[in-house]
Each structure stands twice: as C-alpha cells, then as structure tokens.
C-alpha cells in the first residue's frame, strides 16, 4: 500500500454517455471515498449531443467534488484527454472511458501498487469482452503498435491508468485522436518513468457505440500513427530539451 494516502484526481471523457455517466462518478465517489481523503472527479463532455451535458450539469450541481468541463465541440479522444490531465490537481490523476465497460471499483486494485518510486499504474484486461471483430482488430492494432513504438507493456491499449500529475512535468501530449494513447505511454516509457501493471475487468459495452471501430476512422488513425512514429522513434523528438506543459485550448468551458 502507499506509504501515505494519496490525493487522486479521476477523470471520465465522455461523448454521448449519457447512459453510463451519471453511474461512473457515482461508483467513483464510492470508491475514492474508501481510498483517500483528498479527491476530485472531472468529467469532460467532449462536445456530446444526447442527454450527457445536462447529466453532468446536475451531478455537479449536486456534489461539490465532482467538476465538468464542457468542450462546445467535438475534440476528439485525445482532445478530451489533454483537458482532463491539464486540469487535474492532484497528486495522482486517474482516469478511464465514460462509457463503463471498465469497473472503477477496480482502482482497489492498482492503488496498492502506488509505492514509493512508481509513476504510473496501468491495467491490463484479464478478458476482452467484444464482438469477435473488435476482438481481432484489437489484437492486431495491440501487436502492430507495440512492435511499431517498442513499447514493454502487457496490454497498449487499456484505458484504465493511475499517474503520478509530476509525469506530466516532462510528458507532452499533443494528439487529438486516439492515437495519444499510444503517445502517451510510448513518452512515459522512453522518459524512464516507472511503470507496473495489475489485471483490471472489461464488460460489453451497455450504451452507444464506439467511435473507434469504422474504417475510416482506422485509416486515419493508421495515417496518424506514421507521423507519430516518425517523430518519436525516428527523430526522437519528445527527448529534446523543453518546458512540456498541456494545456485546455480556449473552447473548454467550464
């Protein structure tokens, strides 16, 4: 266990989650509660067009730790990211998707791992529960990247991660697909940060649909993905001297 308790900031982005969001931050207040006496919840409504926006309003009417911030229109998974770790106070930042197919309550199960000297917990999903399809393109992109980027990591792309906010001091994020997922651990890793991994639970998705899986949006992530080697595995540009700070673009409205 940590030697103290942490101060953690959690975040959900969240576009057209309106099904599953209300529950997230209720669950994560539950298990925050548990855990630590000094937390927030951010919710980043990344441009959304059903119900969520009025959703988030009210919980933050309603509790004074939970905070939302409203992109007036659609970023992109990376765009809601960069404004969620940008925005975070704490000590540790969490974060994982609005759309429930991982259990918050989990963080019991990386918190513990959070010992002196440790900058990131990542999980790693015990089970893929998807379409077979999803399944395969899943596997392949996780193989592909991870041969791509050299990155020593069990499972690339679970968004279920605890990162110490002082990471960030170095860690520039700039992609506003999902692709910064790959940015993002590839400069955690090559930054000599310290990272371990704990097994975390993923369930079917219960609302909307993901804005991942289509082919266009593969190709372009396909194309995204060669620039992003090219400038940090061929020019190695994130290991230059500069002050790396992200910041919330100027349409984030609180």
């Excluded at 540790?92 to 000297?117: C, M, N, S």
């Excluded at 595995?233 to 609180?254: Q, Y």
Aim: proline share 4%; charged share 25%; hydrophobic share 40%.
């Amino acid at each position: 266990m940590p030697e103290h308790k942490a101060s953690i900031s959690a975040f959900f982005p969240a576009y057209n989650d309106g099904g599953t969001i209300a529950s997230m931050v209720i669950s994560a207040m539950l298990v925050l509660e548990q855990l630590t006496d000094d937390y927030e919840i951010i919710v980043v409504n990344d441009g959304s067009s059903d119900y969520t926006p009025q959703i988030l309003d009210r919980l933050a009417a309603d509790y004074a730790r939970v905070r939302v911030i409203h992109h007036p229109r659609n970023r992109g998974y990376g765009g809601a990211l960069r404004t969620g770790f940008a925005s975070a106070a704490k000590e540790w930042i969490f974060y994982t998707d609005g759309d429930a197919q991982y259990d918050v309550r989990d963080l019991h199960k990386l918190y513990p791992l959070l010992q002196e000297g440790v900058d990131m917990a990542q999980g790693y999903k015990i089970s893929r529960n998807d379409p077979w399809y999803r399944k395969v393109i899943g596997r392949m992109y996780h193989l592909f990247v991870k041969t791509l980027f050299g990155l020593r990591l069990r499972d690339v792309d679970c968004d279920f991660r605890l990162i110490r906010r002082h990471v960030f001091d170095k860690v520039m994020l700039t992609r506003d697909s999902g692709v910064i997922c790959v940015e993002l651990m590839k400069k955690i890793q090559d930054h000599g940060f310290v990272i371990v991994e704990g097994p975390v639970s993923h369930y079917h998705r219960a609302y909307g649909k993901s804005q991942f899986f289509n082919f266009p949006r593969i190709a372009r992530v396909g194309i995204d993905l060669i620039h992003l080697w090219f400038e940090l595995v061929i020019r190695k540009e994130h290991l230059r001297p500069s002050i790396a700070v992200t910041s919330i673009e100027p349409d984030a409205e609180l």
